[in-house]
């Protein structure tokens, strides 16, 4: 049974300047100054010494500004899971901006009410 491809997988797929992963592996490599083995990395599962198929943070914004100066196709979205962040949004207070006792602005976070 063939699995679907974890985030970083897709990212590297993406990258590929032929369509083949392993050309994908050595563009990223180029670019973040990487050996290979640590970009393969980011496809292994946590219990296997990876990342659980993320990129790491530092290394995404090069990756994303890369491809982008490439004219590859890659958005900032392409680096979360969606349920992830469904789940991130449905969790986090509401914020309100108003007027502090200086007169500036100022960022205040609302509970949130449990709904479950």
Not at 18 to 23: C, E
Not at 37 to 57: A, C, D, L, N
Not at 79 to 95: Q, W
Request: hydrophobic share 40%; net charge negative; charged share 15%.
């Amino acid at each position: 049974m063939i699995q679907p491809m974890n985030i970083a997988e897709h990212i590297i797929s993406k990258c590929s300047p032929d369509g083949t992963f392993r050309a994908g592996v050595m563009a990223i490599c180029g670019w973040c100054d990487l050996e290979p083995p640590s970009v393969y990395r980011w496809t292994y599962p946590v219990e296997r010494g990876g990342t659980g198929g993320y990129i790491p943070f530092l290394k995404a914004r090069l990756v994303l500004r890369m491809a982008r100066s490439m004219g590859i196709p890659l958005q900032p979205s392409d680096f979360f899971d969606p349920a992830d962040l469904v789940a991130v949004n449905d969790n986090l207070p509401a914020i309100h901006v108003g007027n502090n006792t200086e007169g500036g602005s100022a960022l205040q976070a609302s509970p949130r009410e449990n709904t479950q």
